[in-house]
Every structure is written in C-alpha cells, then in structure tokens.
C-alpha cells in the first residue's frame, strides 16, 4: 500500500455515503493534518492545470481532504506530529518564490511524480491542461477512483516508477549542484536558496570594492 494518501477522490457523495467516508479528525489534529496535506499535493494539483488560481487550488484541496479516508489522514497526521508545519509569513514567501524562480532560470530540474499514485494520476491526467475546473475535477475523480481499484501488483509496478524517478531527480539535482558549484541538498528550495547566495553576494561584494576603488581615487 503506498504511503501516500491514496483516499484522494472528488465525487459528491450523498448524505447517506458521506456518513462512512467523511474523516473524523479531532480539532486539534486538523490543525496540524490538513496544512501538511497541502503541502503535500499543492503543487501536484497545480501541474495537473497551471491555469489554477491559488484560492482555486485551496478550495479543491478542501474538498480532496474531506473525502480522504480516516486511515490515510492518520499516516498523514503521525507524520505532521514528527515535522510540525509551520506557516511561512507573506514575505518569506515572496523570497522564497524569488529564489527558486532565480534557480529555474539557471536551469534548476523540475521535480518528477515521486510517488506510485503521483505517477499514476499524472499519466491519466496528461495532455489536459486548459480543461475548466469542473472537468479537470471529473478527470481527478475518476483517476482517483481507477487508483483505488487497481490491484496491488499492478500499483507496484507505479511504486517501481516513482522510485526511479526519485532517483534519477536526485543525480539532476546533484549534477546542478556540482555544475554551480553549490553544496549539495536534495531539497530543491534548499539548493534554491545556495544559489541566489553566491550570486548575489558576488554581486555584493563586487558592489562593494568598486565603491570602494572608488573613494579611494583622487578627486579632479
């Protein structure tokens, strides 16, 4: 069974149904489940259609959470007590956005579905960029469901996958590392972050001796 939540489906289900499949989770545990649960699948939602606004994302991660299965949002919620998610302010958003832009135009690798069920939702999901957020919905929907009826040894063959795309990410980043000189992290942000550093402490410090070449040249 991978670990990652695999509960992931968007059908409207009565009231009736809703009953057995809607999660209960203690206050004090969503507060810790459901930001970690974004984190999770934020970017996931957003390469399925890039066309997706922020609030737009958030709004179907809300209707995903809720029709997560009480067992998967457990795993999920064992794992948020370990690392407790803590909410970045605006500003170290902005900053981080600058720096990984700054990256990419650098030619840092784009991450790779990293799981069995990321790497199975993202075949279905494949070629239909630009669909309305209501197809796009469908689409998830039904992929989710097709996930969740797959027999296990074909879900191996996905896990399979997803591990070489681990890996194979892991030497890109490594090979990006060692091209710019950067100290290797297998965190993209990280590797994000080393980069903006010694660009612009060069500029910095380049800045810096020619103000300083500077007034030390006699005056006309």
Avoid at 27 to 34: R, T
Avoid at 43 to 59: D, G, M, Q, R, S
Avoid at 109 to 116: A, I, R, V
Avoid at 156 to 172: F, G, I, T
Wanted: hydrophobic share 35%.
């Amino acid at each position: 069974m991978d670990k990652v939540l695999s509960g992931l489906s968007l059908l409207k289900f009565s009231k009736l149904t809703s009953v057995f499949f809607r999660p209960v989770v203690s206050q004090s545990s969503k507060s810790h489940v459901f930001p970690a649960y974004v984190k999770l699948h934020f970017h996931e939602v957003k390469n399925c259609n890039p066309t997706l606004k922020a609030p737009e994302i958030l709004k179907k991660l809300s209707e995903m959470y809720k029709a997560t299965s009480p067992a998967e949002l457990a795993k999920l919620n064992l794992g948020s007590r370990i690392t407790t998610f803590v909410p970045k302010t605006s500003k170290e958003k902005m900053e981080s956005r600058k720096k990984l832009t700054f990256a990419r135009k650098h030619g840092l690798p784009k991450p790779q579905p990293l799981t069995g069920y990321m790497v199975f939702i993202h075949e279905k999901l494949s070629g239909n960029k630009g669909l309305s957020l209501q197809d796009m919905t469908a689409k998830l929907s039904d992929a989710s469901k097709a996930w969740q009826n797959l027999p296990e040894s074909n879900k191996e063959a996905y896990n399979m996958r997803a591990s070489e795309n681990k890996l194979s990410h892991l030497r890109d980043l490594k090979a990006w590392a060692d091209e710019n000189e950067i100290q290797f992290s297998k965190r993209s942000s990280v590797l994000a972050s080393r980069l903006y550093a010694k660009h612009h402490g060069k500029a910095a410090a380049a800045a810096a001796a020619a103000k300083a070449n500077s007034a030390k040249s006699p005056s006309k």
